[in-house]
């Protein structure tokens, strides 16, 4: 639906990952993508899977995180401009948009004569529901 506002293609696997993704609710491991995808398709290989990743992730419709690795899909699928992600333990994700607090990091980080080349941004959180257990 999001893709066809941008003119991109949403075969059929793409979407099938998409909607894994969005099943799962968290960020869900690459191979556990593919252990799922098996489970639809026998033949699935783990280079498609990780194409359709790569594809998702271009146009916006799903988020790397980096510090476990793992896949989320966009919180703010229409118009996600650099938001931060905040990560719990359990896989659960929750994204805001800073667009604001992106530009003020932009300028601090030019100061320090660098240059931003990756601008995602993750932070480590508890979910509501890790917090109840952990009490
Ligand atoms: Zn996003
Ligand atoms: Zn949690």
Excluded at 15 to 21: D, E, F, I, P
Excluded at 22 to 50: C, F, N, W
Aim: hydrophobic share 40%.
């Amino acid at each position: 639906m999001y893709c066809q506002k941008r003119g991109e293609l949403l075969t059929p696997l793409r979407q099938k990952v998409l909607s894994l993704l969005l099943q799962s609710g968290r960020a869900t491991k690459a191979y556990t993508l593919l252990d799922e995808m098996r489970k639809i398709h026998s033949g699935s290989a783990p280079p498609t899977v990780y194409r359709a990743l790569d594809f998702l992730q271009s146009v916006g419709l799903v988020h790397r995180i980096e510090s476990i690795n793992a896949f989320a899909v966009c919180h703010n699928l229409t118009h996600c401009r650099q938001g931060i992600l905040i990560v719990c333990q359990c896989g659960a994700v929750a994204e805001i948009d800073a667009w604001g607090i992106h530009h003020v990091l932009v300028d601090k980080i030019a100061s320090t004569g660098f240059t931003l080349i990756q601008g995602e941004l993750e932070l480590k959180g508890l979910c509501a529901e890790c917090v109840i257990k952990s009490l």
